[in-house]
C-alpha cells in the first residue's frame, strides 16, 4: 500500500477496493499490517466490513499484537438462529510458519477440531458448521465458543469469529482475549441501548464463558439513567457457570419489568465473577426483535485498560450519527471534559459530572441539528458534518472512566462501534480569568469566570473550558468578591483598582514505561491566574442633559465615587468645564460653551482617583428656526395703520426649544410699495428663554390711496461672542396694504 499521510487532529477514511481490495482478485481476502512514524497510539485504526444491502457490518480495531502476554486465544458469541453463518478467521503476523489447534464449540453440538499450519503472513477463513445436535435452540445452546493454540511467537496469530444472518441482517465481530492479560474478575460494559429501533423492541444479550477448572458465580447489575435524570440499578439474576461452561444470561425479563415504565437515556453493564482474573469471558449487545438493529457493548476488564480519555473520528452523512457514551466505573463521583472539532471551529461542552457508575450518552447529530449550544453559548454549524472528538478524565484517577463512540444508520441497519484510548489523558496547559483587565463602575456588578485549557498527549491544544474553585481580592475596599467554582461576582465598592484571582487544582499526566509496557503518572499544581480591575465613578443622569451654543450653561451630575476632588471633561472639542462644587455623589458644574461648538452630543466623563467613569452625552443646541406660538387679529395702529402681534420660540437643529438668551436680528428684503410703509431694514429684539415678540404692519397718519406692499422678514441669532450670527431657515412672505374699499389687511405667511 502506498503511504497514507493524516493531518494532525484528524482522521481519513480509506476505501481499500480503491488500493486492490477486490472479489476475484489475489487480494479478496487478507490482512493489514499498519506502520506508522510518531508517538505511542498517536495513530488510531478501525476496519470496516460493510454490506448494506443486506444490513451487515463488521468492525475490527486494529491492534498492537506483540504486547500479547501468551499463545492462547479465547473467544465467545452469541448464536442468534440455527440459520446463522459462522467464520473464524486465522491470520499469522510472522515470518514463520505457525501451526495452530482450535477446538470449536457451536451450541450443545460436538466440538469442532480445526488443525490449520499458516504459512507466514497467511490468513485463512474456516466456514464453522452449525449445531446439528437436534436440540431445541435455547438460551443454554445459543452460544458458539473458540480456544485457539500456536506454535509461534506470542502475538503471531490473530483470530476473530464473524457471525451472520443475511436473512434478518444480524452481524457480530467476536473478539478472541488472551486469558493471562485479565487484571481483575470483573466487567463494566458502557453504552447499552434499550427500548426500541425503528419501532422494534430492543433485547438485552449478554454471552458468559468460563474457562477455568473450577465453577465461578457470575453477579451483575445493569445502574441505568433515565431521560429526566433519575438513578436506577437493575440487580440481575447470579448465574453460575460450571467448569468449562458458556451460555447465554437470562437478564431479558428482569431488566424488562424494572423498567417497564421508565424512558432510559444511558444505560451500563456490571459483572463480578469468583474465579481468577481473565477465566470468564463475557459479550454483550442488544438485538431488535427482528435481529436487523445490532448494537455492540464491549466489555472491559477495567484495570486492564490504558487510562480513561478517547480520541474518536465522528460524521453525519446521510441518516447517521454518532453516539459517545462514557461511563464513571468507580464508587465515587468523577469529572470529564468533552470537546469536539470541525472545519473551521470547536464546540465544548465544559467539565461534566458523573455520579458513581452512571453512564451517559450524547447524541451528536441532535446537538447539531436541535442547535444545543455549548458552555460558550456556541452552536455547531449544520453543515459540518465531520472532525474530531476528544474527552478526558480530569482528576487523580486516570482509569474512573471510560467511554466509547458508536456510529449508528437506523435506516440501514448498521452500527459499529470503536474506543481509541490516548496515552495518557489530558494535561494542564494555562490559565485565565475572563473578562480580564477590564473596568466596572461603583455600586455595579460583573460575572467573571475562571478558564482553564489543556493539551492532549500529543501536544494538542483543546478548546478553552470555565473550571474554578475559590476567589479572592487584595484590596475589599475597592471591589469585593462572591462565588466559588468557575463563576463569581465581582461588586465595584470604591473608585480604584484590585487585583482578584481564582485558584483551583489542575492535572497532568507523564508517560512512562516499564517492563509492563507504558503507564500514565498524574501530579497535580494549584493554578491562581488573576487579573486587575478598575472600579470607575458611575454618572447616573446629567441635568439639563441640553444647552445652547454659545453659552455658560450650569448643569448637575448625580452618580457615584466622584471622590474629594473630581475632574469633568466633555469631548467634541468647543466646551471647558469650571466646578462649582461637590460630593462622592454630585458635582454642580459650569460648561462653557463656545460659539465654534459643533451642534450635538459631546460625551461628558468625571475622573476621580485616576479612574475615569462611564461617559453621558449632553446635547449642544445650535439656533436653527423659529417656532410661531401665536399671531393676533389685525391691529388698528395710528389711525388707517395696522398690524398683527405675534410671538416666537427659537428651535434648535433637532426641532427642540431652546432655553436661551440674546437678540434677534430682523432683516427685509424684496420690498415692493409705497416707501412711506417700508418697514426698517433691521430691526432688534431680545429673547428672554428661547422667547421673543414681534409685530408687522404699518403706520400711516392719514389714510393714502388704495396700495399693496410685499416684503420678506428673515431671522438672525446673535448669542454671546462678537461676530458670531446664526441665520435662522425660518421666514415670512408679508403682504400690507388698503383696499380700494377701505379695508386694511396684514397678510403674514409663515415658513419654518
Wanted: aromatic content about 8%; charged content about 15%; proline content about 5%.
Amino acid at each position: 500500500m502506498p503511504a497514507v499521510i493524516v493531518a494532525g487532529e484528524s482522521f481519513r477514511n480509506i476505501d481499500l477496493r480503491e488500493l486492490g481490495a477486490l472479489p476475484g482478485t489475489r487480494f479478496e481476502q487478507g490482512s493489514i499490517e499498519l506502520f506508522h512514524l510518531g508517538p505511542d497510539l498517536v495513530i488510531g485504526a478501525q476496519l470496516y466490513l460493510v454490506d448494506e444491502a443486506r444490513s451487515l457490518s463488521f468492525d475490527e480495531k486494529l491492534s498492537e499484537f506483540q504486547l500479547a502476554p501468551s499463545n492462547q486465544l479465547e473467544s465467545v458469541w452469541w448464536l442468534p438462529s440455527q440459520e446463522s453463518t459462522t467464520t473464524l478467521i486465522l491470520s499469522n503476523t510472522s515470518d514463520l510458519e505457525v501451526t495452530a489447534q482450535a477446538p470449536v464449540q457451536m451450541g450443545k453440538g460436538r466440538n469442532q477440531e480445526i488443525n490449520s499450519t499458516l504459512m507466514p503472513h497467511e490468513t485463512r477463513l474456516f466456514v464453522l458448521e452449525p449445531e446439528n445436535s437436534g436440540n431445541k435452540r435455547g438460551p443454554k445452546n445459543q452460544v458458539g465458543s473458540a480456544s485457539i493454540n500456536h506454535s509461534g511467537p506470542k502475538g503471531a496469530v490473530l483470530a476473530r469469529t464473524l457471525v451472520e444472518d443475511s436473512r434478518s441482517g444480524y452481524s457480530f465481530s467476536a473478539q478472541f482475549y488472551s486469558p493471562q492479560a485479565g487484571r481483575s474478575s470483573s466487567y463494566q460494559g458502557v453504552g447499552l441501548r434499550l427500548g426500541t429501533a425503528t419501532g422494534e423492541k430492543l433485547n438485552p444479550v449478554v454471552v458468559a464463558r468460563n474457562i477455568a477448572e473450577v465453577e465461578t458465580y457470575l453477579t451483575g447489575h445493569m445502574p441505568y439513567t433515565t431521560a429526566d435524570g433519575r438513578d436506577g440499578v437493575v440487580q440481575l439474576p447470579k448465574i453460575k457457570l460450571s467448569a468449562g461452561e458458556a451460555q447465554s444470561l437470562d437478564i431479558q425479563r428482569v431488566i424488562a419489568k424494572a423498567i417497564a415504565s421508565e424512558n432510559i437515556s444511558a444505560a451500563s453493564l456490571e459483572f463480578e465473577y469468583t474465579t481468577a482474573p481473565g477465566t470468564v469471558l463475557m459479550v454483550a449487545q442488544s438485538v431488535s426483535q427482528d435481529g436487523n438493529q445490532v448494537f455492540r457493548v464491549p466489555m472491559w476488564d477495567v484495570p486492564a485498560q490504558r487510562n480513561g480519555t478517547g480520541g474518536y473520528p465522528w460524521f453525519i452523512e446521510g441518516d447517521s450519527s454518532t453516539f459517545v457514551y462514557i461511563k464513571n466505573v468507580t464508587d465515587e463521583e468523577q469529572r470529564f471534559t468533552f470537546s469536539l472539532t470541525y472545519e473551521g471551529g470547536d464546540y465544548s461542552l465544559g467539565v461534566k459530572t458523573l455520579k458513581a457508575h452512571q453512564t451517559v450518552a450524547i447524541d451528536l447529530r441532535a446537538l447539531r441539528d436541535n442547535q444545543v449550544p455549548d458552555e460558550r453559548n456556541q452552536t455547531i454549524p449544520f453543515n459540518a458534518t465531520r472532525g474530531k472528538i476528544v474527552w478526558s478524565v480530569r482528576g487523580r484517577n486516570s482509569l474512573a472512566l471510560l467511554g466509547r463512540s458508536e456510529q449508528v444508520d437506523l435506516a440501514k441497519g448498521i452500527s459499529s462501534s470503536y474506543a481509541c484510548f490516548m496515552c495518557c489523558p489530558n494535561s494542564f496547559r494555562n490559565s485565565s480569568i475572563t473578562p480580564i483587565g477590564f473596568g466596572m463602575r461603583v455600586n455595579t456588578f460583573t460575572t467573571v469566570r475562571g478558564v482553564e485549557r489543556d493539551q492532549t498527549c500529543y501536544g494538542g491544544l483543546t478548546p478553552e473550558y470555565y473550571w474554578g474553585d475559590t476567589w479572592s481580592v487584595d484590596n475589599s475596599s475597592i471591589a469585593t468578591i462572591d462565588g466559588s467554582g468557575d463563576a463569581a461576582d465581582v461588586t465595584g465598592v470604591a473608585v480604584g483598582t484590585a487585583n482578584i484571582s481564582a485558584q483551583w487544582e489542575v492535572f497532568t499526566y507523564t508517560l512512562e514505561h516499564d517492563l509492563n509496557g507504558p503507564y500514565c503518572v498524574e501530579s497535580s499544581e494549584m493554578t491562581q491566574p488573576s487579573g486587575e480591575v478598575a472600579i470607575t465613578p458611575r454618572i447616573d443622569n446629567v441635568t439639563p442633559g441640553l444647552g445652547p451654543v454659545d453659552s455658560p450653561v450650569g448643569i448637575s451630575i448625580v452618580g457615584s465615587g466622584f471622590g474629594n476632588s473630581p475632574t469633568v471633561t466633555v469631548g467634541g472639542g468647543g466646551i471647558t468645564t469650571s466646578v462649582q462644587s461637590s460630593s462622592a455623589t454630585s458635582i454642580s458644574v459650569t460648561l462653557n460653551i463656545s460659539a465654534e461648538a459643533s451642534g450635538g452630543n459631546h460625551a461628558i466623563t468625571v475622573t476621580a482617583n485616576g479612574q475615569q467613569s462611564n461617559s453621558v452625552d449632553f446635547y449642544v443646541q445650535i439656533p436653527t428656526k423659529l417656532e410661531r406660538k401665536s399671531m393676533s387679529d389685525l391691529q388698528n395702529e395710528g389711525g388707517c395703520g395696522a398690524v398683527r402681534n405675534l410671538s416666537y420660540t427659537v428651535l434648535d437643529q433637532n426641532g427642540d426649544p431652546i432655553d436661551m438668551g440674546g437678540i434677534i436680528s430682523e432683516g427685509i428684503s424684496g420690498f415692493t410699495g409705497p416707501q412711506g410703509v417700508r418697514p426698517p431694514d433691521a430691526t432688534e429684539r431680545t429673547i428672554v428663554h428661547g422667547a421673543f415678540p414681534d409685530d408687522v404692519g404699518y403706520t400711516i397718519g392719514t389714510c393714502p390711496p388704495p396700495f399693496t406692499a410685499t416684503f420678506i422678514q428673515s431671522f438672525t441669532v446673535h448669542l454671546n461672542t462678537s461676530g458670531h450670527a446664526w441665520a435662522l431657515s425660518s421666514q415670512n412672505s408679508v403682504s400690507m396694504g388698503r383696499t380700494s374699499a377701505g379695508a386694511k389687511f396684514v397678510d403674514i405667511t409663515f415658513t419654518q
